[in-house]
């Protein structure tokens, strides 16, 4: 990848900082997004009319909430290749959270209209925006290893813990993995929330012990203070994990493996949808336990 030529689509929480490190990296950026107020923000990234414009660029990267998002984004880009394919060992970059089985078959979809000449990599991230904007995600790559070792000073700029996972999915598989830790241990100290303060404890003295502990992680470090001010302001939506976990548990269908955590959390997580707390913080999580909480109890005394 020697021209440095770069397509960024989708700029939102965590694809604006995202595109911005490449850019301040000394790359040439050109992005497409559906709004267009967020350009008069990002400094060096040059604005496209539609994704088929980013036909030409090396790599095309991919930052939407999900991949029928992104199929949708990039139907006419493959269009395009289809009538004129692009240069051979062009990469599209698939950095959102996704089904590592679809992430294969879009792979199809864009060989099969390419010609052969573009492939797709999945390379999801784990970090938040905070790592978004300090270029210290964590990217979990699904490529070959002579893709992996192309793309590998690009995703550097975003990321410092860039590791491949093995072939077309499995950086998608790891990111499952990544949410079902993330997911279950937000919703473990969200309980032990819920039932210090109920109880007459105090929250922030209890974590701050927690993390002295075995029980201390970069969930409590990270997520904790939300959850202890009951701060919810979007980060991630909640709603997205509840997306996420039911990749945990189609792969864990796929193989036989046993997730009786994911089988936990994917119900807990969709009673936050059904509480209309979607679109708010993952912390959010807490906030639904109290409000199942306060439910129980007044069951319990209107008995």
């Known amino acids: 990848m020697t021209s440095q030529r770069v397509g960024f689509v989708g700029l939102g929480l965590m ?8 850019a301040g990296a000394g790359w040439n950026v050109t992005a497409w997004n559906r709004s267009d107020t967020v350009f008069e923000r990002l400094s060096g990234v040059r ?12 790599a095309i990267i991919f930052m939407l909430p999900d991949l029928p998002f992104i199929e ?46 573009a492939a797709v990599v999945d390379a999801p991230v784990s970090g938040g925006t905070s790592g978004a904007q300090s270029g210290s995600l964590a990217i979990m790559v699904g490529a070959t290893e002579g ?17 491949r996972m ?17 997911g279950t241990t937000t919703a473990a100290l969200a309980e032990a929330a819920e039932l210090a303060e109920r109880s007459g404890m105090d929250v922030r003295a209890l974590y701050e012990v927690l993390s002295g502990g075995l029980a201390g992680s970069r969930v409590l470090d990270n997520v904790g203070p939300r ?4 701060e919810y302001a979007p980060t991630g939506p909640a709603k997205f994990m509840h997306k996420d976990l ?22 807990l997580y969709a009673e936050i949808k059904r509480q209309g707390l979607g679109d708010k913080d993952l912390a959010v999580v807490r906030q639904a336990i109290a409000n199942l909480s306060s439910a129980a109890a007044s069951t319990s005394n209107s008995n």
């Not at 093995?166 to 993330?182: W, Y």
């Open 47 to 58: 604005r496209a009319a539609d994704v088929a414009e980013l036909r030409n660029e090396d």
């Open 15 to 22: 694809g604006a900082p995202m595109a911005s490190n490449i």
């Open 227 to 230: 959850l202890a001010a009951k």
């Open 246 to 267: 039911g990749f945990v548990v189609a792969s864990a269908e796929a193989v036989g493996s046993a997730v009786p955590m994911a089988a936990a959390a994917i119900d």
């Open 147 to 163: 893709q992996f070792e192309t793309l590998e000073p690009l995703l550097k700029t975003m990321g410092t813990t860039v590791k």
């Open 72 to 117: 949708e984004a990039a139907a006419d880009l493959l269009q395009s290749w289809r009538n004129e394919p692009p240069e051979p060992g062009t990469a599209v970059v698939i950095m959102s959270s996704v089904s590592p089985t679809a992430v294969q078959l879009f792979g199809e979809a864009v060989h099969q209209a390419s010609s052969g000449n």
């Open 166 to 182: 093995g072939p077309l999915g499995s950086g998608s598989l790891a990111k499952a993995c990544n949410q079902l830790i993330v």
